[in-house]
Structures are given as C-alpha cells and as structure tokens.
C-alpha cells in the first residue's frame, strides 16, 4: 500500500432476536401505558432476546450479514471489537467466542466496554489497528442484552432498553485524497464523576453478582445535550466543517427527545436523523450500527455522504465520528 491509509467501510449487518416486546405488553408488567412510554422516551416496541440468544449469537450473525453485504468472508477479517456491556461470559471477550464460531484462526480479538458509547470508543480503536498497520480488515460489533440486566419492577427504566447487534466491516484502504472515503475524525470524552447516574449495582468485584441497571433518568438527560453537541462541535472543527455539511446524523437511539434537542442545538434537519428507538428502545452499543445498516439497506446512506455517529453513556462516556461514507 502507499499514501495514507484511511478505515473504509465495506459492509454493515445486523440482528434482532424474533421476540418484540410492545408498549401495550409492559403496561401488564408494570405500571406504565403506552402513552406515558412514547411521550416521555418514543419508544413504541422493543426486542428482547429469547432462549439460546446471548449477546454472541446475536453478535455472530450481525456480522455474517456485514461480511456477505461487502462481499467477504470471515478468512478476510483479522481483527474483531465487540462493544458490549452485557457479555455472555466475564472471561473469555465474546468477540473470542464470535471469533471461534467464524471459523477465524488468525489476528486478534477483544471486547471494550464504554456502554452506550461503546461502538463509537471501538469504531475509533478500530480505526486506530488499521491506519497503523497492525490490521487490514476488521469486524467492529455492537452486541447487547440489556433485557438481562433490566430490573423488571422499576418502570423507570425497563421500558427503556432493548436487544440487538449491529457491525461494521472495515478495511484499511490507501488514499491521500482528504475528500476521501473512511473514518475522517473520531473524539471521544470521559468524566467518571458522573459514574452514580447511569450504572449496575453488581460484579464480580464486589458483589459477585451480575446486578441490575440503576439510572437517574433526570440527570442523564440534563447533561446529554450539552456533552453530545460539544463533542460534535469539536468533530466538524476538527474537519473545518459545519453541520450543514453533514449529509446524516445517526445518533445513539436513547431517547428520541435527546434526540431531536441534539440535532435542533447543532441546527441538523430533521428529515436528516436516522431514527431507529422506537421500533428498537435503547440497545446501548448496539444502537449505532443497527441505525445504520436500517439506513444502508433502505438506500438512504449511500456512498460518498458525510456521517455523523455520536453517542453518550454510563461512567460518562460520550464520543463523536464522522466517516465518509
């Protein structure tokens, strides 16, 4: 290769488990309605893994339909992130284990944990392996099972999350032209005093238990706009760039009202946001990729458009990337 290499994105894929869980299904479960749960999150329905659906298996065929979307195999792939909150297993990473059930023999594999923030902290890792040579092909996934974490009594916040895995195929590609396709800028942010907020009240650590989500709902959403249109600002700075330039804006799907005030305070239209939390809730790391491969396949992200990724989560955690696509 010569010039300078830049991460390329060759496929996306997801999963969904078979089982939806609507609105009008929690109000059995717990004190909500459906009316309540749309006006205050958008969310309309949400899928939640079943018997024999982990985080692996959903993490699996999300990307085997990345792989056959660019037209590669999993012999082509030698380096694997999996973003996930909710592995299968403390230890062996699950993208280990989606590495064995691949066939792959060969490279590198390991999980990151920044929750919601998680795809956008391992797209940006991936990118990293890529342009400095250590890789050429990478598989970044975003698996999750939140439903296993949830505390089914509190209604502030299992109506919240849901199941999934979205991936990216990545491929380091040589070109010198700045105008050109890839990974263009990535920020990412941290500020652990925030780390009582949004978190799980066990591990292995300290309770050896696996716990449940706990979240001050009030405070996640003060501070959301602010970090994520920060975080966003420095990106297009980064690039010389403006919000006008951005052709989509695919969003952490948490709430579709950090949402819409998101892409309102960055002056982005709405007709440009992907908008995938009310079919999918919150899948946390997975939220990101399923976002995008529903907007690759239904033929609005298409080659050459300027894309906007940013996510906020737990500890906090917040990041941006903008990729040309």
């Known amino acids: 290769m010569t010039g300078n290499l830049r991460s390329v994105v060759r496929g996306t894929g997801s999963c969904l488990p078979e089982q939806v869980l609507t609105n009008l299904d929690l109000e059995s479960r717990v004190e909500t309605s459906d009316e309540w749960i749309q006006q205050r999150t958008g969310i309309r329905q949400r899928h939640i893994a079943g018997e024999g659906e982990t985080t692996v298996t959903l993490g699996v065929m999300a ?69 400095s040579g250590m890789a050429r092909r990478a598989l970044v996934i975003g698996a999750e099972t939140f439903s296993r974490l949830v505390d089914w009594s ?15 195929v990545l491929e380091a590609q040589s070109d010198g032209d700045a105008t050109g396709r890839g990974v263009l800028v990535s920020k990412l942010r941290s500020d652990g005093v925030h780390s009582e907020k949004l978190y799980v009240d066990g591990g292995p650590s300290s309770t050896g238990t696996v716990g449940h989500l706990r979240m001050e709902g ?13 975080v966003v600002y420095d ?11 951005i052709d989509w804006f695919v969003p952490h799907q948490a709430n579709r009202r950090i949402i819409d005030a998101s892409a309102k305070k960055l002056g982005i239209e709405p007709e440009k946001v992907v908008i995938t939390v009310d079919r999918h809730g ?10 995008l491969d529903f907007a690759v396949r239904d033929g609005r992200i298409k080659a050459g458009d300027l894309v906007l990724l940013e996510a906020m989560g737990g500890g906090f955690t917040w990041g941006a990337v903008i990729v040309r696509w």
């Open 235 to 245: 990106s297009l700075d980064a690039l010389s760039l403006t919000s006008n330039d």
């Open 218 to 230: 009030r405070e996640v959403f003060k501070h959301a706009v602010g970090m994520i249109t920060d």
């Open 154 to 168: 509190d209604r502030t916040t299992c109506v919240l999350f849901g199941d999934g895995a979205g991936a990216l």
């Open 282 to 291: 919150n899948t946390s790391a997975a939220s990101i990729p399923l976002a």
């Open 63 to 131: 990307a085997r339909n990345a792989l056959t979307q660019a037209g590669l195999t999993p012999d082509d792939i030698d380096l694997i992130i999996v973003a996930t909150a909710t592995p299968d297993k403390t230890f062996p990473a699950s993208a280990v284990h989606i590495q064995q059930r691949l066939g792959i023999t060969r490279g590198f594999a390991f999980d990151m944990q920044a929750v919601c923030s998680g795809f956008v902290y391992a797209l940006t890792t991936a990118d990293l392996y890529l342009r």
